[in-house]
């Protein structure tokens, strides 16, 4: 069978996600949630191979990040928190999105979501219908350029019929009163995308999912869905320090779930409402600590060496340590520099306490979105935390204070002059009080301060989308008697992959096939995802294995059980995915040969 590749390139990016969401629900990756009741937006479920593929995204997050390292450790905390710590991390009061409301049916839009549209802008005086109905304001909706007046009508009564429930009754019944062309434009984005009324102001509208805790369910009993994990490391700080034998620099990573109730949830899994997190809180000294500790902080330039934290970093080497590392990884699970790109947010863009954010991002078909953040974000969340909960948020360094009585008065005075000079040059936010300068320098002299910290922060349900979106391909097959079909192969990375490995005996009616099948089949499975499949033609297998991805299969034969004699007796077919190569391979070289693919 001759295998002839078709490039992917000739699929529209529309083409490309339709085709991946449709090998996602045919092949159990992954579902619509409640699709038996109509589904709810932004929510999915994870079918058999989609549960597999994220448990081994989240594995190979896990190890990169606490079990390989000796500066991580781990943390596992619950999704419901204290309120209070929302109000502290500043989420109740600034974690909303701008949102526009139509005029005619209430639907939200996000302000910077409305594309622009051109057309005429019709205004009615109001609305009756014969069931005694009555819509007593003004009506102002855009009739886009190419629509005719009639459909135009049309569906300015059909939205109105359906907004007001049973009580208009029949669209086609509703009289529009008194219409008024009032005047065209072009590029308007003052209009409802898809029902074309004007939209009402932008307001902030906060995306944290509420609910109640306790039995009265009143407003005293509100409580949040975490809408990021990173907040539950905050305020874990201290009792990691104090149960652990961490030093700064150190770091806590979580994976789990996060919730925000997104306005406009879209591209498949991309934008969700329940989605996972996996983001890493890494804290270092300030810099002025590692000054007093090093006489020195180390610059960064383009050609620094970032392979190992050095004790002379200072925020900057740290952040740009953590972009490397986390690029390290994406290659790792076969996300290469060809499918990510990097935004650096300008100063501009950056929040007040933050020094520098970068997003790590991949070319989906529906463009370049991102992936993770990498935020160097001072000693915000800690001091914020310290301040709302009163409870010291401070890492005391003995180092730090060996090295501060070093200092002379004049050494002390000429830090917390750069410092100050630097507060006055600050490009956002207030400077901070020359009185709050010293009494932090007071502290940091005696070997306390809050440490700053660097976050690399991530999306599970992103990275599977990526890797999934990266992963699909299709290939034309011609098979001997010359009949060609496409097939589709998934070029998962083996570490990612949900199945590792397929084994078949080549007959399933030859009891000696299926006995040693079987037993290669029990030894692989105690060590990797392992598939048997004995229905079909082997071909047939092998195809319903690349379409899930599985890399390596392997097929017992009657040379295995030594009926073509003793030459190649205990030897299998090894199979690989991408190039349908194969070779033959002893039993017993099989788990360790699979094992380093992986
Ligand atoms: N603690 C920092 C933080 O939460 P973020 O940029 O809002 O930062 C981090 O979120 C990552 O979480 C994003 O890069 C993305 O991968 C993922 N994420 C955020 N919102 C998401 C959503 N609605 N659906 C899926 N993933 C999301």
Redesign the pocket.
């Known amino acids: 069978m001759s295998v002839t590749a078709k490039a992917p390139s000739t699929f529209t990016p529309v083409e490309r996600m339709e085709k991946i969401v449709s090998l996602c629900k045919r092949r159990g990756f992954i579902f619509q949630s409640s699709e038996i009741y109509g589904g709810i937006g932004g929510f999915w479920d994870y079918g058999p191979l989609g549960a597999e593929l994220k448990r081994n995204l989240r594995d190979t997050w896990w190890h990169a990040m606490t079990r390989f390292r000796e500066d991580v450790v781990g943390l596992d905390a619950t999704i419901i928190m204290h309120p209070a710590i929302w109000k502290a991390s500043g989420h109740v009061d600034t974690f909303a999105d701008l949102m526009r409301e139509c005029s005619l049916t209430n639907k939200r839009v996000r302000a910077d979501h409305v594309e622009p549209q051109s057309g005429t802008v019709m205004q009615y005086s109001g609305a009756a219908a014969p069931t005694g109905w009555k819509l007593d304001r003004k009506i102002v909706v855009l009739m886009k350029k190419t629509e005719h007046i009639e459909s135009f009508r049309k569906r300015v009564r059909s939205y109105l019929a359906s907004n007001a429930g049973t009580a208009a009754g029949k669209p086609e019944e509703i009289e529009l009163l008194d219409e008024e062309k009032l005047n065209t434009l072009e590029g308007t984005v003052d209009f409802h995308p898809e029902t074309g009324a004007q939209l009402g102001e932008a307001r902030p509208f906060n995306l944290m999912l509420k609910t109640y805790v306790g039995p009265t369910a009143t407003e005293d009993d509100v409580a949040y869905l975490r809408p990021?994990t990173?907040q539950a490391i905050f305020v874990q700080f201290k009792n990691v320090m104090d149960s652990t034998r961490v030093k700064v620099p150190f770091g806590i990573c979580q994976i789990g779930k996060a919730f925000?109730n997104?306005v406009t949830p879209k591209n498949f899994?991309?934008?969700?409402r329940e989605?996972e997190?996996m983001?890493l809180e890494f804290f270092i000294k300030p810099d002025e600590a590692v000054e007093i500790i090093c006489g020195h902080v180390a610059p960064w330039n383009e050609t620094a060496d970032l392979s190992q934290p050095q004790p002379d970093w200072g925020w900057e080497m740290w952040h740009r340590y953590w972009v490397a590392q986390r690029t390290a990884y994406y290659d790792s699970i076969g996300l290469g520099t060809d499918v990510l790109d990097y935004f650096w947010q300008g100063t501009e863009d950056l929040a007040h306490y933050a020094r520098a954010c970068v997003d790590i991002l991949f070319k989906f078909p529906f463009g370049t979105e991102?992936?993770?953040?990498i935020a160097a974000r001072g000693d915000f969340d800690l001091s914020q935390h310290q301040k709302h909960s009163g409870k010291p948020q401070e890492f005391f360094d003995d180092e730090l204070k060996a090295a501060a009585t070093k200092l002379t008065d004049d050494q002390k005075e000429a830090m917390i002059q750069k410092r100050l000079a630097a507060e006055q040059s600050k490009a956002k936010g207030a400077p901070m009080p020359e009185s709050d300068v010293r009494a932090w320098f007071d502290r940091l002299f005696k070997g306390s301060y809050v440490p700053h910290v660097i976050?690399p922060?991530?999306?599970l349900?992103?990275l599977a989308l990526a890797i999934l979106s990266l992963a699909y391909d299709e290939v034309e097959k011609t098979d001997a008697k010359g009949n060609k079909e496409i097939v589709t192969i998934m070029r998962l990375h083996p570490r990612v992959a949900p199945k590792k490995v397929a084994v078949f005996p080549l007959l399933k009616n030859k009891p000696e096939l299926v006995a040693k099948a079987r037993g290669i089949y029990d030894v692989l499975k105690k060590h990797m995802t392992t598939d048997y499949d004995e229905g079909g033609s082997i071909g047939k297998r092998y195809a319903r294995q690349d379409e899930i991805g599985t890399p390596f299969c392997v097929t017992v034969d009657f040379d295995t059980i030594g009926e073509n004699g003793p030459d190649l007796l205990d030897t299998v077919t090894l199979r690989m995915r991408d190039d349908g190569s194969q070779e033959r391979v002893a039993i017993d070289d099989l788990l360790p040969r699979l094992l380093a693919a992986l």
Do not use: H, V
């Not at 899994?269 to 969700?272: I, L």
């Not at 991102?370 to 953040?373: A, D, F, K, M, T």
């Open positions: 990021e990173a925000r997104e899994t991309f934008r969700s989605f997190q983001e991102e992936l993770e953040g976050e922060s991530a999306g349900d992103r």
